[in-house]
């Protein structure tokens, strides 16, 4: 699996877990207003929100570090890895 793949696979993981987040909330929110539904509508509403937790959390962090990778490979200044920190004691940055 090539990395922009995995890239559109981590953003719709992501956008269903903000999805389920949100869809969960406002389940909670009829459930509170309107008793119909029953703990039934509290566990459900619940479930969604914490499915919708585990998706989005992981691939967020995920695409953190992509970001991290490329700021480090564009940007001279950025000293994240043992490497750059190495070069950037020897070599001074000008811009």
Do not use: C, W
Request: glycine share 6%; net charge positive.
């Amino acid at each position: 699996m090539n990395d922009a793949t995995l890239i559109k696979l981590l953003k719709t993981a992501m956008i269903l877990g903000v999805s389920l987040l949100i869809v969960g909330h406002i389940v909670l929110a009829v459930t509170f207003v309107d008793d119909d539904i029953g703990h039934q509508g509290f566990i459900l509403g619940a479930a969604m929100s914490a499915i919708g937790v585990i998706l989005s959390l992981p691939t967020k962090i995920y695409l953190t570090l992509l970001l991290m990778e490329h700021t480090e490979k564009t940007d001279q200044r950025f000293t994240r890895s043992a490497d750059a920190q190495a070069r950037s004691k020897t070599t001074e940055f000008r811009k």
